[in-house]
């Protein structure tokens, strides 16, 4: 079964300093992946997705992931975090269920930005 | 524009009451989710409609939870005899099409739920 691993339950960094949160899946085939960032009080939003093509994707608020076959990983980085980052943040894969795919969630890694 | 509103934003409901959460997804959004999510944990699915089909219902946790979307809009996730372990935050989704299409993945758009917790 597909499954979503986020080894880092909590990471505090430096307001300033770059940072990587860490996302491993489990998936047979190219999976389809993303990353929503959830701030208190507000809904879930989509930081940045991928699925084919270039391994490196861009996206919202400074952010980009690389997708790693090799390592089933798709990291999440910033070079420089400011303290309005300070969120919940999850990786998410696309199952592959014919017409029925949903989306297999991590769970979370909180971040906290130290001024 | 309007995004995904929810509405209660937030519910105390007593064990064994009845509850019924709205979801209004964007406008001509095809697709509709509904999502669980404890607390210190990632949502977890449990179900899926396209206009007012309900196609999956495999996340669904109870014969207690019902859900329906009869106009192909509006969406409502009712539980009945609530229990303690229902305490969760509830997030609904809406997208254009399914999870992906011929271009690849769908996006999601999410509303900021509803924290229901029964005492």
């Known amino acids: 079964a597909q499954s979503v691993t986020q080894p880092d339950i909590h990471i505090t960094v430096s307001e300033g300093a770059s940072l990587e949160l860490r996302c491993n899946y489990s998936y047979g085939a190219t999976p389809y992946l993303f990353w929503y960032v959830q701030s208190p009080g507000q809904g879930l939003q989509l930081l940045l997705k991928?699925?084919?093509?270039d391994t490196l994707v861009q996206g919202i608020k400074g952010f980009e992931a690389e997708f790693k076959r090799s390592q089933s990983s798709f990291n999440l980085r910033k070079p420089s975090v400011h303290w309005s980052d300070a969120a919940e943040y999850f990786c998410?894969?696309?199952?592959?269920?014919?017409?029925?795919?949903?989306?297999?969630w991590g769970l979370g890694t909180s971040l906290a930005v130290n001024p | 524009g309007a995004g995904v509103s929810q509405s209660p934003r937030y519910k105390v409901a007593k064990r064994g009451q009845d509850v019924a959460l709205r979801c209004d997804p964007i406008s001509g959004h095809v697709s509709l989710f509904w999502y669980q999510q404890a607390l210190g944990q990632g949502p977890e699915f449990l179900t899926y409609f396209q206009n007012e089909a309900q196609l999956d219902k495999s996340g669904l946790p109870s014969d207690r939870f019902f859900a329906e979307r009869p106009e192909g809009s509006v969406s409502t996730l009712k539980i009945q005899r609530t229990q303690q372990e229902d305490s969760a935050v509830y997030l609904c989704a809406s997208s254009l099409g399914g999870l992906a299409g011929v271009r690849g993945p769908v996006t999601q758009y999410f509303g900021p739920g509803t924290r229901l917790t029964v005492l």
């Open positions: 991928y699925f084919s093509g």
């Open positions: 998410a894969v696309v199952t592959n269920a014919g017409n029925n795919r949903k989306l297999i």
